[in-house]
């Protein structure tokens, strides 16, 4: 016997053990999010709860897809004072807090995604219990967006499992399987689907010892010792990010060392500085590219298209690498090349992958069974996808697409991984031009998020649509872009590059050029980038590029090549790199030219190319040029994007910028005129 009542979003059922089931199910959308209407109902439901209390109360999801992925991002980028804002924490704090309180046993039921506010919803229950399932992410990513947790998460986890493994967690933002999150006793118990009920009313029925720092943990915790573990911490966290780029790690350690005694006043101080945090430039910017992102996951949702079989045709690192992708994330793929000994490195480095993020053997041997090296091509005609990741030559393309054509499916994708080559190129010797689109993934493969969906001039929209569709099941962001040489980020990466080799050339050290793209907050220099990227399809590209782009390849370059100096992948280029493919560091040079000067050089050509891809409409509108360059080369996430730079420093600031180095380094800082059209 079991009785229910509903409102809007929380669907509650008592069942006849006197266990209350609280279902979280957020109206027309397909993910639960902790809106102010979610919490709003919540919180009438713990005051029910706590008036008429129930024998136990367990918290999940109605969405197949998880459990909550956090707060609402929305609300937080329409606040707009500090005090606003931390009135909204504090009262998400209130309510964790009471929830806490129940005097009855509380289960936070996982499967799926728990992140951010969900998983610090799921810290004020007694016990959490997650599905065992490789679908299962738990994390605090809050850092990824510029502030850390707030809703008393930060204050519960170190208190949870101690404040070096919590720290492990929040200040990267890393992500935990259900099997690691139980290791580290942020979950209490695992188990399979099918098991889940029957061990949250075990939990609810037997109310275990809850979990506990253990006594050292606790210890390192104590006021005496709080100083030399923060500066510990510091000095970690500096090895992966610059406190003047990401201060909300720092933030966290910060707030952490000075924590108030009294923990209603800890969960204040917490609450300050989130809300210190998400109004800074730096929060908003990492804010914006997170709602860009969900832009570009709209792109993959018009249309109903799944792909089944993936064919690869190149098993070269790019194509052997797409490949790997898709069978990781769970496609029958077929492998093409003209030779077992052509495919069976391809093959190795998919076994390294999925060894790395699948761990278990079975799921290993499980993900190597659905790619099969295919030396005859007999995946062409079977599959749902069809992508030619071959070399670079606009011929040999060619060939290999009139010999396939005819083998294709009427409603099989036709896409090219080409680099540069314009579609409109690549698509004139096939019968239906229409039908092929561009799917440029980047290197490498495993870690790039974005996908450029090329579209021609002709390209019917329906294949355009399957593409991003067809990114989007793959776990990819795809972004659409018109075709035209170098697409959008090799364009407008081509100039950024070559500048840092006309620099080279001028006798400046190439740690100081790198260490000016790093000081502003690239992942990597322009030098090492073009050793990662190789050095023989820089000169590729930039000989593809040259003539449309008016840019000249400094001499240096093609010299390199001559040697057999291709970059990383040689074991030489422009730096020497060891046996496991790292750079062999250098010392920077104590003499040389202004940063500030190479710093400019580097950007100012970077953005000037920019706008020359918005003003000839490359991409839609600014915000997608953005998000292109953050999630396809990494560009400075915590200054928005170049266009929001450039917003940011002053369109004209910039523009006169750009006219002093054209006067006095070369033409190529001229202006585009598509400075005039920005504002």
């Known amino acids: ?57 367990v918290i999940n999801s109605a969405k197949t897809n998880g459990f909550i992925a956090g707060a609402d991002i929305n609300a937080f980028a329409e606040m707009h004072s500090v005090d606003e804002t931390f009135y909204g924490i504090r009262q998400a704090q209130d309510l964790f807090s009471r929830l806490e309180k129940l005097s009855c046993p509380t289960v936070a039921l996982i499967h799926g995604f728990c992140l951010g506010g969900g998983l610090e919803l799921a810290l004020a229950c007694d016990y959490r219990l997650a599905e065992d399932s490789l679908n299962t992410r738990i994390a605090l990513p809050e850092v990824k967006l510029g502030i850390h947790p707030g809703y008393g998460g930060s204050v519960r986890l170190i208190e949870l499992i101690g404040v070096l493994p919590a720290m492990g967690v929040m200040l990267a933002g890393r992500t935990l399987s259900a099997r690691a999150a139980k290791k580290i006793a942020v979950i209490d118990r695992i188990a399979p689907a099918r098991h889940l009920k029957r061990v949250a009313r075990e939990l609810i029925l037997r109310s275990p010892s809850k979990q506990q720092a253990s006594p050292l943990q606790k210890l390192l915790s104590k006021p005496i010792l709080r100083p030399l573990i923060a500066a510990l911490l510091r000095r970690q966290t500096r090895k992966q990010v610059n406190p003047e780029h990401y201060p909300a790690p720092f933030a966290l350690i910060n707030l952490w060392k000075n924590q108030p005694a009294n923990r209603q006043q800890y969960f204040t101080a917490e609450a300050q500085s989130v809300a210190t945090l998400i109004r800074s430039d730096i929060a908003q910017n990492l804010v914006r590219l997170f709602l860009l992102q969900d832009r570009l996951k709209g792109f993959g ?145 495993a870690k790039m998020q974005l996908i450029e969906i090329i579209y021609g001039k002709n390209t019917l929209k329906k294949w355009q649509k399957q593409a991003a569709a067809f990114a989007r099941q793959i776990d990819r962001l795809p972004l659409p872009v018109k075709s035209s040489p170098g697409f959008l980020v090799n364009r407008i990466l081509m100039p950024y590059l070559l500048e840092a080799m006309q620099m080279e050339s001028e006798g400046i050290p190439i740690m100081a050029i790198d260490k000016a793209a790093t ?56 730096y020497q790199y060891d046996h496991q493919n790292k750079r062999i560091t ?22 000037n190319e920019c706008v020359a891809c918005l003003d000839e409409g490359i991409v839609d509108d600014a915000d997608l040029l953005d998000a292109g360059m953050v999630f396809g080369t990494g560009f400075a996430p915590f200054r928005g994007g170049p266009m929001q730079y450039t917003q940011k420093q002053g369109v004209d600031t910039l523009n006169q910028q750009l006219q002093h180095l054209s006067s006095v380094i070369g033409s190529q800082f001229k202006p585009n005129s598509g400075w005039e059209g920005l504002s």
């Not at 199910?25 to 706590?50: F, G, M, P, R, Y």
């Not at 907050?521 to 040259?546: F, H, Q, T, W």
């Not at 250098?586 to 953005?607: C, F, G, V």
């Open 1 to 57: 016997m079991s009785t229910q009542t509903e409102s809007l979003m929380w669907h509650k059922i008592s069942d006849s053990d006197g266990i209350v089931w609280l279902t979280l199910d957020v109206q027309d959308s397909q993910t639960n999010t902790l809106t102010s209407d979610v919490l709003l109902e919540l919180s009438n439901e713990i005051a029910l709860l706590s008036n008429d209390t129930p024998k136990g109360v």
């Open 519 to 574: 000081d502003f907050g690239m992942p990597m220099g322009p030098i090492e980038l073009a050793d990662s990227v190789g050095l023989d399809i820089c000169i590729s590209v930039a000989d593809m590029l040259a003539s449309t782009l008016g840019i000249s390849v400094p001499d240096s370059l093609s010299k390199f090549i001559e040697n057999g100096h291709l970059g990383r992948k040689s074991g030489q280029g422009f």
């Open 301 to 445: 949702k018009q249309i109903d298209f799944k792909a089944q079989h993936v064919h690869v045709i190149g098993a070269g690192v790019m194509g052997g690498d797409i490949a790997a992708w898709c069978a990781l994330r769970g496609l029958r793929v077929t492998l093409q090349d003209q030779s077992a000994e052509r495919i069976a490195p391809a093959i190795a480095r998919a076994h390294t992958l999925f060894k790395r993020r699948l761990k278990l053997p079975y799921l290993v041997q499980a993900a190597m069974d659905k790619l099969i090296p295919d030396i005859t091509g007999e995946g062409v005609a079977k599959a749902d996808v069809v992508i030619e990741a071959i070399f670079e030559n606009l011929e040999a393309k060619q060939s290999l697409f009139k010999t396939i054509e005819p083998q294709l499916r009427a409603d099989a994708l036709l896409a090219t991984n080409t680099s540069s080559i314009p579609l409109e190129s690549l698509a004139s010797c096939l019968t239906q031009p229409k039908r092929l689109v561009g799917l440029h993934f980047f290197n490498p493969v």
């Open 586 to 607: 250098k010392s920077l040079e104590s003499a040389y030219s202004d940063p500030e000067l190479l710093q400019q050089r580097l950007i100012l050509i970077l953005i």
